[in-house]
């Protein structure tokens, strides 16, 4: 139900931390990768070769991150689909209402003009 549902400590920061290191480390192979490319070093290739897959690792990680906190938040999707879906609605109508106030003030201006 919406505002009964109290958050619990959600997921462990320590969860996150191989994000981190994943980040240096990419970092780090993606830099020597370029300064040996420039070298004319093969091994330059392999580096950025090994950044680009620890990346599809993390993004394979950052999904299971995903479930996670949405399997241990499950009491609280439902208030986050409601405040979403009121979003989307209120902005809905507002660009609707927009779309015609425009479409009606530029269709007078433009009939004004054609008749003068």
Do not use: H, N, W
Request: cysteine-free; hydrophobic content about 55%.
């Amino acid at each position: 139900m919406i505002g009964q549902s109290t958050p619990s400590e959600g997921l462990s920061s320590g969860l996150f931390q191989p994000l981190i290191v994943a980040a240096l480390v990419y970092a780090a192979l993606f830099i020597a990768g370029r300064v040996l490319e420039g070298r004319g070093d093969p091994r330059g290739e392999r580096a950025g070769d090994l950044a680009f897959a620890l990346m599809l690792l993390m993004g394979a990680y950052v999904v299971v991150l995903t479930v996670s906190a949405l399997a241990s938040e499950y009491e609280l999707l439902y208030d986050m689909l409601v405040v979403i879906g009121i979003i989307v609605a209120f902005f809905g109508v507002l660009i609707l209402v927009l779309l015609l106030i425009f479409e009606k003030g530029v269709g007078a201006i433009g009939r004004l003009r054609r008749r003068g």
